[in-house]
């Protein structure tokens, strides 16, 4: 069993930053792929970026060049660094690990872009 944990969310103005955290249970990113999804309202979950387990790192066209995924392996910690943060970003993010051993999901972080 592995268990994800979010945080780091919350409102934020266009243009604005956030980073959201994402910690696992015990030491999983040698055996497991990671990803983050977006949720906005009333649409189905989208990956925006992923991480492999030997650090290859993929994005959605909709936020290249504005987020970024990375891992401390030290800390069982996947972030997204997430820039120019625009109103469409905004919905539940939920960071997910794919591997072997199943498929585990976090219960996922509000973020919301306005002004």
């Known amino acids: 069993q592995v268990q994800l944990v979010e945080s780091g969310g919350g409102l934020v103005q266009p243009g604005g930053s956030l980073r959201l955290s994402c910690v696992a249970s015990?030491?999983?990113?040698?055996?497991?792929?990671m990803n983050w999804y977006h949720q906005a309202p009333g649409k189905q979950r989208e990956l925006v970026a992923a991480?492999?387990?030997?650090?290859?790192?993929n994005y959605a066209d909709s936020v290249k060049g504005r987020f970024t995924i990375s891992r401390d392996n030290a800390k069982n910690t996947l972030y997204l660094q997430m820039n120019s943060l625009k109103p469409e970003d905004t919905g539940v993010y939920y960071c997910?690990?794919?591997?072997?051993?199943?498929?585990?999901w976090g219960q996922g972080t509000q973020v919301t872009v306005s002004s």
């Open positions: 997910r690990a794919i591997g072997l051993g199943g498929i585990y």
């Open positions: 991480i492999s387990t030997g650090g290859n790192t």
């Open positions: 015990r030491n999983i990113f040698s055996m497991y792929a």
